[in-house]
């Protein structure tokens, strides 16, 4: 097993823990109350062998990205750095365009910070057609979602060919 990066725990400047490992092509970050961070770092060998078992289920071919969080606290005050996107010529464009920056490849993201990042750009599509786009990307494995605590979140879908 390879062993972890020189990220060492680290404690945020609002209070709550935060964790993040690279092993291999799997990055994990973990952030919440210091308590539930370290019990959570003792349950990966568990996490890691139900998300193999669960993909290997479903006959899976490709692998995932796997990003836990835990308890997450924000601070209203916290400055967010946004992507600038070059011109783009419809939603589903846009999307792509985004998830496909350093910001959007870092973490998935609700719809809420998608479309703050696209207002951000200047691109302003309604909730419909930036939720049908993303339902659609979703359908096609473009894109990959999953419900988590703080809603539904988005990225880009990374296929890899195991040997």
């Not at 690279?22 to 770092?41: F, N, S």
């Not at 796997?66 to 783009?88: D, F, H, W, Y």
């Not at 809420?112 to 659609?136: F, I, Q, S, V």
Request: proline letters at 4%; charged letters at 30%; a positive charge.
């Amino acid at each position: 097993m390879a062993t972890l990066p020189t990220n060492a725990p680290e404690k945020a400047v609002d209070g709550s823990f935060s964790f993040r490992a690279r092993i291999g092509e799997c990055e994990i970050e973990m952030a919440g109350r210091r308590e539930d961070v370290l019990r959570t770092i003792k349950e990966l060998p568990k996490l890691f062998a139900d998300v193999q078992k669960a993909s290997q289920a479903f006959g899976q071919k490709s692998t995932a990205r796997l990003t836990v969080k835990a308890g997450i606290q924000k601070k209203e005050s916290q400055v967010e750095n946004l992507p600038k996107m070059g011109r783009v010529e419809n939603c589903t464009d846009a999307v792509l365009s985004l998830l496909g920056t350093d910001w959007g490849k870092w973490r998935p993201h609700t719809i809420d910070e998608l479309r703050r990042a696209l207002r951000a750009n200047g691109l302003h599509y309604p909730g419909r057609t930036l939720m049908g786009t993303l339902t659609k990307l979703a359908g096609k494995n473009t894109v990959r979602r999953w419900k988590t605590d703080a809603g539904t979140v988005y990225i880009l879908a990374e296929k890899e060919v195991l040997a």
